[in-house]
């Protein structure tokens, strides 16, 4: 009985795949009236095309390798399925950055079922996405950021003490100042440990990242699973998008819900949330997504980078003594650093921008989906297929970064007048569908930076006997770009700056 029960449910495979392939092939002759062909890729498999090619973990380091044989554009399908990797900035910003038809999210619907269907990261183009991105564009334009200053300051000089109390919890305490400072600033909310509830929240949710991929779950390869029963075999599924549902829905609900309360009783103190309410014209439930989506995407964008600046600065001792070198010139030892000495300090920017480039936040861009058939290069790009931006790829482009696995920010030192790529063109996305909060998370993460060359020396870890330990480089196993955990000796630069973390 099993085995026939095996038997017939291999022969639907086989038959549903079948029916898949000969549709695809049909479409691709109507719908391409240029009779042009698809992007190169690795060669497909007869029904099942690429599916046993996907990288199960890491995948952009994958594309970014086939890039050498196959190009700046890579084409894959599988079960259905068109995807578009763009591995070169110049055909990202063709496509995704200038054509409107590229701004579209491709359909996930596990992360529909869990109830983020209303993110501004990843809903569709439609008028909710427009209203959410109008909201946040208020508070989050270069403009207005200023207003943010004071608090981001204050979260990295809380980030200051957590280093010198406890350096070697470099990584959680990231963390939890990338928390403080976005609950501070989008609720008005204070936290004061990695307990709270709202930073609990967030640590759950990041599981969601796992599924933000087409192929991540069953239900988002083929999407009518995701009808069937949570009784149903196979449908694990089911269980696990209820358990993330009420994760989301109390992420999103409870600090929102923190700040009415607040406002009532006149206890609200100013933030983003408690001026959108302010708003009449403003929809309530539009509101508190734009907020926590801001606090979802933003504590590991912050985190993260600032974890990769504490391992380029113990790999790369000199970087470092340069950076402190220019500091101690331009603004002295008696004082931190402000945003104001920003253009004073040419190298530490220089640094900045390797930073993001380094160990990109977001090794491969979130999906987009090309709503109609368009032509590049030559090639036919299929409408409904997925668009993904590499940016590894981009930020390992020989042509543009030379020696690019070394951190070196004396590349973006002017010479001859030659002006070398801005990471920031492609780490926060394009066009329409990039970063909203880039700027927001420029400020942070250059604050954190220099307020920590300011006062600290990282240097590499030593063994019993005094031997220096090489720090891991490199991506950790999975779908998000996590850096594998490191150790690092973090120790203030002097008494001086001690007193001056302290306030003393």
Same mark, same amino acid.
């Given at each position: 009985?099993?085995?026939?029960?095996?038997?017939?449910? $291999?022969?639907?495979?086989?038959?549903?795949?079948?029916?898949?392939?000969?549709?695809?092939?049909?479409?691709?002759?109507?719908?391409?009236?240029?009779?042009?062909?698809?992007?190169?890729?690795?060669?497909?498999?007869?029904?099942?095309?690429?599916?046993? *090619?996907?990288?199960?973990?890491?995948?952009?380091?994958?594309?970014?390798?086939?890039?050498?044989?196959?190009? #700046?554009?890579?084409?894959?399908?599988?079960?259905?399925?068109?995807?578009?990797?763009?591995?070169?900035?110049?055909?990202?910003?063709?496509? @995704?950055?200038?054509? $409107?038809?590229? %701004?579209?999210?491709?359909?996930?619907?596990? @992360?529909?079922?869990?109830?983020?269907?209303?993110?501004?990261? @990843? %809903? &569709?183009?439609?008028?909710?996405?427009?209203?959410?991105? &109008?909201?946040?564009?208020?508070?989050?334009?270069? $403009?207005?950021?200023e207003v943010c200053w004071t608090e981001q300051q204050n979260a990295a000089?809380?980030?200051?003490?957590?280093?010198?109390?406890?350096?070697?919890?470099?990584?959680?305490?990231?963390?939890?100042?990338?928390?403080?400072?976005?609950?501070?600033?989008?609720?008005?909310?204070?936290?004061?440990? $990695?307990?709270?509830?709202?930073?609990?929240?967030?640590?759950?949710?990041?599981?969601?990242?796992?599924?933000?991929?087409? /192929?991540?779950?069953?239900?988002?390869?083929?999407?009518?699973?995701?009808?069937?029963?949570?009784?149903?075999p196979g449908a694990k599924f089911k269980k696990e998008a209820k358990r993330?549902?009420?994760?989301?829905?109390?992420?999103?609900? *409870?600090?929102?819900?923190?700040?009415?309360?607040?406002?009532?009783?006149?206890?609200?103190? %100013? =933030?983003?949330?408690?001026?959108?309410?302010? #708003?009449?014209?403003?929809?309530?439930?539009?509101? &508190?997504?734009?907020?926590?989506?801001?606090?979802?995407?933003?504590?590991?964008?912050?985190?993260?980078?600032?974890?990769?600046?504490?391992?380029?600065?113990?790999? !790369?001792?000199?970087?470092?003594?340069?950076?402190?070198?220019?500091?101690?010139?331009?603004?002295?030892?008696?004082?931190?650093?402000?945003?104001?000495?920003?253009? =004073?300090?040419?190298?530490?920017?220089?640094?900045?921008?390797?930073?993001?480039?380094?160990?990109?936040?977001?090794?491969?861009?979130?999906?987009?989906?090309?709503?109609?058939?368009? !032509?590049?290069?030559?090639?036919?790009?299929?409408?409904?297929?997925?668009?993904?931006?590499?940016?590894?790829?981009?930020?390992?482009?020989?042509?543009?970064?030379?020696?690019?696995?070394?951190? %070196?920010?004396?590349?973006?030192?002017?010479?001859?007048?030659?002006?070398?790529?801005?990471?920031?063109?492609?780490?926060?996305?394009?066009?329409?569908?990039?970063?909203?909060?880039?700027?927001?998370?420029?400020?942070? @993460?250059?604050?954190?930076?220099? !307020?920590?060359?300011?006062?600290?020396?990282?240097? &590499?870890?030593?063994?019993?006997?005094?031997?220096?330990?090489?720090?891991?480089? /490199?991506?950790?196993?999975?779908?998000?770009? *996590?850096?594998?955990?490191?150790?690092?000796?973090?120790?203030?630069? =002097?008494?001086?700056?001690?007193?001056?973390?302290?306030?003393?």
């Amino acid at each position: 009985m099993f085995y026939w029960a095996y038997a017939a449910a $291999s022969l639907l495979a086989v038959a549903a795949a079948l029916t898949i392939e000969i549709f695809r092939r049909s479409r691709n002759t109507k719908s391409n009236p240029r009779c042009l062909p698809p992007p190169p890729g690795p060669k497909a498999d007869p029904l099942i095309g690429h599916a046993r *090619h996907f990288p199960a973990e890491t995948p952009w380091i994958k594309f970014a390798e086939w890039k050498k044989p196959f190009g #700046d554009i890579l084409y894959l399908h599988a079960l259905g399925n068109n995807i578009i990797v763009l591995n070169s900035y110049t055909a990202a910003r063709d496509l @995704l950055g200038k054509k $409107s038809i590229y %701004s579209d999210r491709p359909e996930l619907p596990f @992360l529909e079922l869990v109830g983020l269907g209303r993110s501004i990261v @990843l %809903s &569709k183009y439609n008028d909710m996405w427009r209203r959410h991105r &109008k909201l946040m564009y208020t508070f989050m334009q270069k $403009s207005a950021i200023e207003v943010c200053w004071t608090e981001q300051q204050n979260a990295a000089r809380a980030y200051l003490n957590m280093l010198l109390d406890s350096p070697k919890d470099f990584s959680d305490n990231a963390r939890l100042m990338a928390g403080k400072l976005i609950m501070s600033t989008i609720y008005g909310i204070q936290v004061e440990s $990695s307990q709270n509830q709202f930073i609990v929240y967030a640590e759950r949710i990041m599981d969601l990242a796992k599924y933000a991929s087409p /192929g991540a779950a069953y239900v988002n390869i083929f999407p009518i699973l995701k009808y069937v029963p949570s009784w149903f075999p196979g449908a694990k599924f089911k269980k696990e998008a209820k358990r993330l549902r009420a994760l989301v829905e109390s992420m999103m609900d *409870h600090p929102f819900q923190r700040v009415k309360s607040d406002r009532s009783t006149g206890a609200a103190v %100013s =933030s983003f949330t408690s001026q959108l309410l302010e #708003d009449v014209d403003a929809n309530e439930e539009d509101i &508190k997504w734009v907020t926590g989506a801001m606090y979802g995407a933003g504590v590991d964008t912050i985190s993260e980078s600032i974890i990769s600046f504490i391992l380029a600065m113990a790999s !790369y001792p000199g970087v470092q003594k340069r950076a402190q070198e220019e500091i101690d010139r331009v603004v002295g030892t008696d004082r931190l650093p402000k945003f104001e000495d920003r253009p =004073s300090l040419p190298y530490v920017e220089c640094l900045f921008k390797e930073n993001l480039r380094w160990y990109p936040v977001t090794p491969i861009g979130a999906p987009h989906r090309v709503t109609e058939d368009d !032509y590049y290069e030559g090639y036919w790009i299929p409408a409904g297929s997925t668009v993904l931006g590499n940016t590894w790829a981009m930020s390992r482009d020989e042509s543009v970064y030379k020696d690019a696995d070394t951190f %070196s920010p004396e590349r973006f030192e002017s010479k001859n007048g030659e002006i070398v790529l801005d990471p920031q063109e492609f780490v926060f996305g394009f066009g329409r569908r990039s970063c909203a909060g880039l700027h927001f998370a420029d400020a942070s @993460l250059y604050i954190a930076i220099v !307020y920590i060359l300011a006062t600290f020396d990282i240097s &590499k870890s030593k063994d019993e006997n005094g031997v220096e330990i090489e720090p891991k480089k /490199g991506y950790a196993p999975g779908l998000v770009g *996590h850096l594998e955990p490191f150790e690092c000796s973090i120790t203030p630069r =002097s008494a001086r700056a001690a007193a001056l973390i302290r306030g003393e």
